[in-house]
């Protein structure tokens, strides 16, 4: 990795006052003109000197050059992008006026010039409303005119999508129109803009504090709901309390703003969305770092925003798993961090495979990913996410290419921190050669493809082809087109499907049909949908079946209400042979299902699946699923739930993980009788408090030394990995600690890189020698940095937040939710630290069954079902 950066001397200039234009008159939807002024614009002269900062990373080839320091008193910290048709930039304040900057010429010296927009709308009696437009957190040139997305209240007047234009052709924006009014502001509020494919319609992305807006059609089924079946747990720290479905969202709408579609649901809070070369749109979204360590923490995620497409967040515990049929999963887990900027690099003059590419900004940790995606299916796969670019501090706030010189520009800053603007282009060898044309993965790829999006057309309207067009496909194997084929039919009217739902005999189509019709039906259909489910044979059903079985019971429930009680016997018959399951996610709706139903050993066994799990996220869902059973407690199973608090605060977790605990104790304390509740007093009274994390790698049993040759010869050829037991593999990958930090399946820590995907990237000598030896090669992606602070001590971590002049460290893997906090002030100097996060040899506590068990666990990518593992019957 080169560490290159070009710096331009004098950055600290003056602001200048630009063009300075009132708006008299404008009121949303109507156009006002404005007198315009002009005022000589702030001057910088780019060096073209190459300086590396310290502490700054890029890929080989590529050059980056610092071309405007901000000044934070003057012109505040920028958050958004666009290019305009002269290849200018236009920025804006996250808290402020918009900018427009002139770079200088690639390879040149000469001005960066900043220039203030400022737009003050008048009342019609000539009254200012607001101040002048700004606080945007999206922008984007097209239809010759400028979108303006605020975000903040008292810009404008409000929040929304605005479009400026230039009447009189003389580089001045004097109209403006509030073309879509929106509720909610801040960074949770209304973000990114983008032109669509066919440059006929807008699209904007909006984070979970964002009303709905007044929509004409809505591609996803506009009845929304909760769909929990127990109850919640509303964040312990008071986040996002009553924010309820469908969450954030992506909208589309003309430019002159009509016909406001909404195309996608179920975000927390995606900033910025981009479509690529074959129209499909992508999005980036964050997760809740205060849930790390619980079993609903999402990590941040790469989304492929289908048509109709839901992505199951749900404030506090509610978010949905990735395997509910009725939500679309993620492309791709990109761990912690905090989503900002998303762009392919079809703009920048990079060379082919980095054009092609999608570029992804993480604002706290401070660094610029890359993920290439391929068509798979009718949808895509990624690749594994590399580093292209990072720094401590670099908190990337908007990203965009400019197709006038080749290069891709990026500010950074956010919440009053020191901002500046970059610029990334290619000095290397390799020729940019032109990409290839668009295309798909061979002609199956394309009608897979082509079959989705015939069946998206039905999404957001009746239409009498839909139903015998989408009918047939809600038995292919393929996710996204079953789940496209359902919501096209959810659309019609109930009136004119019902029957073929009822009838269905096929299990996959049975199954999406009762999804369907549990979403969309009334509740006198309850009875018919458990006994269509009742009639399906479990143990015929594939794994992702039978998780979609599942769900569709509890949709019945949640939609239709608690069934009567001849009806809950019969779906207790039906699932009460089934609890516990080989699998741990059918695990986890089983007993929610058990609870709800009150099957007869519910909490007996919900009990010993809490005890005997081998990470902490599943005992804590258990432990959460416990506390709403009313019935089925005995005085010994009752000690043994609460004692299981007793010790709970040994892990570490996120800043609401302790909360979050303490609720579940006070949800079960509230089904106590009095009997029991002096009974157990000892143990009530016991604070849940953070304890010493029992990752104490010293104090674990130590078993041999492993070499990486005696690892390798242990475990290869793979036929000695072939029968050995899932749950021995899930206990060797947590005794190793690795549970800790690394993620298999949707399951484990977030602070070192996800091992779901191990085997198709590293052979099985890599994998060893990465766990002898980790100071080999520490990825930029997960390495720690050190700053030596003016008292000569030092803070060894990566940058996890910004509060104006203070840097939020974390310092500790094992509790990536504890933060230290140092003042950039303090700091005199800052290098990559040469120690991975990861201790070395961690399988000296494993015996050889036990690491036979590890790897087999790592190289089945966590699944149950791989050959390696014996039968459980």
Known sequence: MKQIIRMAPGLLSTLALGALLLLQGCSPAETATADTTDSPPSVNEASGEANAPEGFRIADGFRVERLYSVPRDEQGSWVSLAVDPRGRLITSDQYGPLYRVTPPPIGETGPVVVEALELQIRDADGEPVGRPIGAAQGLKYAFESLFVMVAADGFGSGPGLYRLTDTTGDDHYDTAQHLLPLRGEGEHGPHSIRLSPDGERLFIVAGNFTGMPPYVRTRVPPQWDEDLLL??????????????????????????????????????????????????????????????????????????????SELGWRSGSGKWPDHYPDSTPALVDMGVGSPTAVTFGYDAAFPARYREALFLADWSFGKLDIVRIHPEGSSY????????????????????????????????????????????????????????????????????????????TFHGREDDRAIDAAWPHLNHEDRFIRYAARVAIEHQPVSRWQDLALEASDPRTSIEAVIALARQGTPELQA?????????????????????????????????????????TGAVEQLDPLFPAASQAENRELSRLAVYLKMPRAVERTLNLMENSETVEDQIHYAKVLSAAETGWSPEKRERYFSWFTSAGRTRGGASFLGFLRDIRNNAEATLS????????????????????????????????????????????????????????????????????????????????????????????????????????????????VFVLDDGSRVIGRVANLRQNDLMIVTDPFAPGDLTGIRRDRIVEQHPSPISPMPPALTNRLNEEQVRALFAFMLSAGDPEHPFFADPD
Not at 240 to 265: C, E, M, N, R, W
Request: aromatic residues 10%.
């Open 381 to 456: 796969r990624a690749d594994e996410p590399e580093p292209f670019l990072s720094g401590s501090p670099l908190a990337i706030t908007a990203l965009r290419g400019n197709p006038h010189d080749g290069a891709m520009y990026f500010t950074t800053g956010g919440r009053n921190s020191q901002s500046d603007l970059y610029r990334i282009t290619y000095a290397g060898s390799e020729p940019p050669e032109p990409m290839e044309a668009p295309g798909f993965a061979g002609p199956d790829v394309e009608r897979l493809h082509l079959l989705r999006r015939e069946l998206e």
């Open 674 to 785: 009095e009997t029991e509740r002096t009974a157990l007093a000892a143990l009530l009274e016991v604070e849940i408090e953070s304890q010493a994390a029992p990752g104490d790698l010293a104090a674990a049993p130590y078993q041999r030394h492993w070499s990486v040759d005696e690892l390798v010869e242990a475990v290869t050829p793979q036929e000695k990995l072939e029968g050995v037991s899932f749950d021995a593999a899930r206990q060797a990958f947590s005794l190793g600690a690795c549970f800790a930090c690394h993620r298999v399946a949707g399951q484990g820590g977030v602070s070192g890189p996800d091992l779901t995907l191990v085997a198709q990237r590293f052979s099985v000598r890599d994998i060893a020698e990465k766990i002898v030896y980790p100071n080999t090669n520490v990825s930029d992606q997960y390495a720690d940095t």
């Open 528 to 568: 018919a949908l458990v006994e269509q489910l009742n009639r399906l044979d479990f143990g015929e059903l594939s794994r992702p079946e039978r998780l979609a079985f599942l769900r569709a019971y509890q949709l019945i429930f949640t939609r239709m209400g608690e069934p009567e009680a001849d009806l809950r």
């Open 231 to 308: 109850p919640r747990l509303w964040d312990a720290r008071g986040h996002a309390v009553g924010v309820l479905a469908p969450g954030g969202y992506i909208a589309s709408l003309k430019p002159d703003g009509s016909d406001v579609q909404i195309h996608s649901t179920g975000y927390r809070n995606a900033y910025d969305i981009a479509f690529n070369q074959l129209g499909d749109l992508f999005a980036y979204d964050s997760d809740m770092e205060w849930d790390i360590g619980a079993p609903w923490y999402r990590p941040t995620r790469v989304n492929h925003a289908t048509s109709g």
